[in-house]
């Protein structure tokens, strides 16, 4: 890690990093992630903060924000899709044109006892299957179905997280993806929750 100056390095926080170009310093929001299927780990650029200058300190970029700042619940139902795979598999052998209804629709109903169109618009659920309606009419054999989903995926964090699974549901649940200007920023992760992530090896894949 290359070695700058004190002025420089007390405007660095976590969750930032600093670029040296052509006599200047500049600093970046950015976040790591683990590539899929190995150890390594990249850094995701999150965005430009600004100029560091020994006289003026850290000053911030003017950036403008265009159209509108959306929000999306991202932790805990990225968390549960990632749990419901070999469910979701079984449903679309068994229901070929709705299995991803009925795993949004059990998902929704861990996280908030029960699934909607306005739900599913605050979660990153949507950004996955843009497409879905959850008010459409089900059959009984749906409604089973997303019964069924519930029940596995409470028993899986049962199973995953034993006591911790209340915890791990409190705050991964406030866990974010913002839309700014085009492009999805993570929101900042509690202490509570990089401790339970550490813990229990979760690394966040879209």
Not at 14 to 25: A, L, P
Not at 62 to 82: C, M, Q
Not at 152 to 170: F, G, R, T
Request: net charge positive; glycine share 6%.
């Amino acid at each position: 890690m290359a070695k700058y100056p004190d002025w420089v390095m007390k405007h660095k926080e976590k969750g930032t990093y600093i670029n040296y170009v052509n006599g200047k310093y500049y600093l970046y929001a950015a976040h790591s992630e683990r590539v899929p299927g190995t150890k390594k780990v990249k850094r995701i650029f999150d965005g430009y903060i600004g100029r560091i200058t020994e006289e003026d300190g850290l000053i911030l970029t003017k950036d403008k924000v265009s159209g509108t700042v959306s929000v999306y619940e991202y932790g805990l139902s990225t968390l549960l899709l990632g749990i419901s795979k070999e469910i979701h598999k079984g449903f679309k052998r068994s229901f070929k044109n709705n299995a991803d209804f009925i795993i949004t629709a059990a998902i929704l109903t861990v996280i908030y006892d029960k699934y909607n169109n306005y739900l599913l618009q605050q979660s990153y659920l949507s950004i996955h299957f843009p497409d879905m309606n959850m008010d459409i009419s089900t059959t009984e054999d749906q409604r089973f179905a997303i019964e069924r989903g519930v029940r596995v995926l409470n028993y899986e964090m049962n199973e995953k997280y034993a006591s911790e699974a209340e915890a791990v549901k409190c705050y991964f649940s406030h866990l974010y993806k913002v839309k700014i200007n085009g492009k999805y920023y993570l929101s900042d992760e509690s202490q509570e929750l990089l401790a339970l992530k550490k813990k229990y090896n979760i690394e966040w894949s879209d």
